[in-house]
């Protein structure tokens, strides 16, 4: 006759599947080993696998089965084969707790005691975490108090008994740096580079230039009018005459390069550089950049179609 223990021994040696298998079908084995497979589970911290109860699909009523592949409805009589088994998911262990975070063993934020320092800062060399540090458009890291410090000046106040000149019964809070007029919160736009403008300057193109970028403008017009006389001339045989070696060829060529190309990109340059940035530009300037443009580009092309006729 076995003993408990006998049973016990047997139980330990299986595996967890199969421990949980005998509880399928419970029939199969003897109240001694389910007790001690019980006991194994109980031990290894997993609960017996059992069949969820079935339901007759016709009536509801529970099914009954003794074999595992068929089941019998003991309401109405009907049979049913059993395609699977339907056990519940195993019940995961206990999430463990992760272990505190070992301490850095280098600075720590000047803020927050608790969290290592990443950065210094630029300008007094306190040390600051990622959250406290302050990115300057130079690189640098500030902490706090000298981000502070480099921050732009706030505008200033307007006098009392300003009104908005669009809505007059608003005090106006701010002033646009296009036109001078006086705004309301309502009227006032606030692009990214702190640029207050009025509605009628920010949806407008100026149409007037300052003297600096009129003379720029001036420039640009020049040069891609000498850019497209130099074309004009090479592209229609005007210099076919002047070349009669291969020297004269090589010679012309870089004549011709150092008097156009240096031009066209100076007058690209400078039609960029009266671009607005804050504000729509004028039709003036857009031409007069992408004249410059096509100058360029003709003459790059020119050049690279004459390389590959050699």
């Known amino acids: ?5 006998d049973f016990a021994g047997e139980m330990a040696a299986k595996t967890d599947e199969a421990l949980q298998e005998m509880f399928v079908r419970p029939e199969d084995w003897s109240s001694p080993a389910l007790e001690a497979a019980k006991s ?40 049913f084969k ?30 927050h005691p608790s969290v290592p320092a990443f950065h210094e800062c630029g300008d007094c060399g306190t040390p600051v975490c ?3 540090a302050s990115h300057e458009p130079d690189g640098r890291r500030l902490c706090p108090e000298c981000a502070g410090r480099h921050a732009p000046p706030a505008a200033p ?58 003379k720029m403008l001036i420039g640009s017009y020049a040069l891609a009018v000498w850019g497209t006389l130099v074309l004009g001339a090479l592209m229609g045989g005007a210099f076919r005459g002047m070349i009669t070696s291969k020297d004269d060829e090589q010679a012309f060529g870089l004549i011709l390069l150092l008097l156009l190309l240096p ?48």
């Open 157 to 214: 106040a307007l006098p009392a008994g300003i009104h908005c000149v669009q809505h007059a019964n608003l005090p106006a809070t701010a002033q646009c740096q296009g036109c001078g007029a006086f705004l309301c919160d309502t009227c006032k736009f606030e692009l990214s580079d702190g640029l207050c403008l009025c509605p009628v300057c920010a949806t407008t193109p100026r149409t007037t230039l300052s003297p600096k970028r009129r």
């Open 40 to 79: 194994e589970l109980h031990k290894r911290n997993l609960p017996p696998r059992k069949v969820v109860e079935r339901h007759c699909p016709v009536c509801l009523a529970p099914l009954e089965s003794g074999d595992g592949r068929t089941a019998v409805c003991p309401a109405h009589g009907g049979r």
């Open 1 to 5: 006759m076995r003993t408990p223990q």
């Open 82 to 111: 059993i395609l699977f088994l339907r056990t519940p998911l195993p019940v995961p262990p206990p999430a463990q707790k992760a272990p505190p975070w070992p301490p850095a063993a280098g600075p720590m934020c000047s803020q």
């Open 130 to 132: 990622e959250t406290c």
């Open 263 to 310: 031009a066209a990109i100076a007058g690209v340059s400078l039609g960029v550089g009266i671009m607005n940035r804050r504000s729509p530009n004028s039709i003036a300037v857009w031409i007069a950049t992408l004249w410059n443009a096509a100058v360029l580009g003709l003459f790059i092309m020119l050049c690279i179609i004459g390389q590959l006729m050699k």
